[in-house]
């Protein structure tokens, strides 16, 4: 495996929302790393992003980012559509990969970059960040250590409304365009969930899902429906609707045992959320904080497994996974 040696000095191709709240600057705030570069096709605004957050240089080309010498890490944050290229191209650079989610538009998509992962020796990793932050690594923990006993069933649901803030503006924003996204709001935030319950509790055994566009606001489903069994037969059933009132939102996942519960969100409160634990000695809720660019855990650990010093926190594989279980929910007409 083609590892960096020293320090990792990114380029990111695509410097737009999700790096502005979420990681850009956090790729110079960890040890052994340093942000070089950003990119965007309109490059007066990744001359505005490499200005506010101290880059030395900012291009309008994604090659001229891949190409840069002094570039040995690629971080790909535009639109799934177009994540297969870029990240193709950096591998024949020789250059390590981190892919924000969903990974890509479809299951043959990840499994063409699997291939160029092996074929050109280059590690990739996928940013499913969620398994670096205290909250999901809490409730793996009280799982693993059998807390609330032998895990019975798994009930997720996901409702918010069609104009939600986690959609920006729906009229115009690229996660409703299956073309762009792979398949609507679901497939922009199911990946972070469905790969969380992986993490977890390993491959799902069996999938049935569904997918329709109750509310008609844009071309991609706005109601899913998914049911898994994982390992020792254990019950999965999530619900997701875009297509709700604002008084009918709701962001749950409950894991039942057959000693008591774990459930918390996953979306309702980047800076702030709980644990709820209830056996039958009593509920107790426990809280935590996240850092101020979320994925931030993340980004170390993609860090240290790109110097050759830590294990992929997330792989192609892996990701391959909850990307395989979100297709399976397509209308045929939207699977490429």
């Not at 931030?296 to 594989?317: A, T, W």
Request: glycine share 6%; hydrophobic share 40%.
């Amino acid at each position: 495996m083609r590892f960096v040696n020293g320090k990792v000095n990114w380029g990111i191709i695509g410097c737009g929302d999700v790096c502005e709240t979420k990681s850009g600057p956090a790729f110079s705030w960890v040890p052994e790393s340093s942000l070089i570069a950003v990119m965007r096709r309109d490059e007066e605004k990744a001359k505005d992003f490499a200005t506010r957050h101290n880059v030395p240089k900012y291009y309008g080309d994604a090659s001229d980012v891949i190409n840069d010498p002094e570039i040995n890490a690629i971080y790909v944050a535009t639109p799934p559509s177009s994540h297969e290229a870029y990240a193709i191209e950096a591998m024949k650079a020789g250059k390590p990969v981190y892919i924000e989610k969903p990974v890509t538009v479809s299951a043959d998509s990840c499994q063409r970059m699997m291939d160029a992962s092996a074929a050109y020796d280059v590690p990739v990793t996928v940013a499913h960040y969620r398994r670096g932050l205290p909250l999901f690594r809490r409730v793996k923990s009280l799982v693993e250590n059998n807390h609330i006993g032998k895990v019975r069933m798994i009930v997720l649901n996901l409702f918010q409304t069609p104009k939600s803030p986690m959609l920006d503006d729906t009229t115009e924003n690229w996660r409703v365009n299956p073309t762009l996204s792979g398949g609507g709001p679901f497939f922009d935030l199911a990946p972070h969930q469905l790969d969380i319950l992986y993490w977890i509790f390993g491959d799902p055994r069996s999938i049935m899902a569904n997918s329709i566009n109750q509310g008609k606001h844009y071309d991609a489903p706005d109601v899913t429906t998914l049911s898994a069994i994982y390992g020792d037969d254990i019950v999965f059933q999530g619900l997701w609707s875009f297509n709700v009132s604002a008084q009918s939102k709701t962001d749950s996942c409950k894991i039942i045992g057959e000693k008591g519960t774990i459930e918390f969100p996953f979306f309702m409160s980047f800076e702030q959320a709980r644990v709820e634990i209830s056996v039958e000695s009593g509920t107790t809720q426990e809280e935590f904080v996240f850092p101020k660019f979320i994925q931030q855990p993340m980004i170390e650990n993609v860090v240290n497994y790109f110097r050759g010093k830590g294990k992929n926190p997330c792989s192609l594989d892996e990701a391959f996974v909850s990307l395989n279980m979100m297709e399976l929910t397509l209308p045929a007409k939207l699977i490429s």
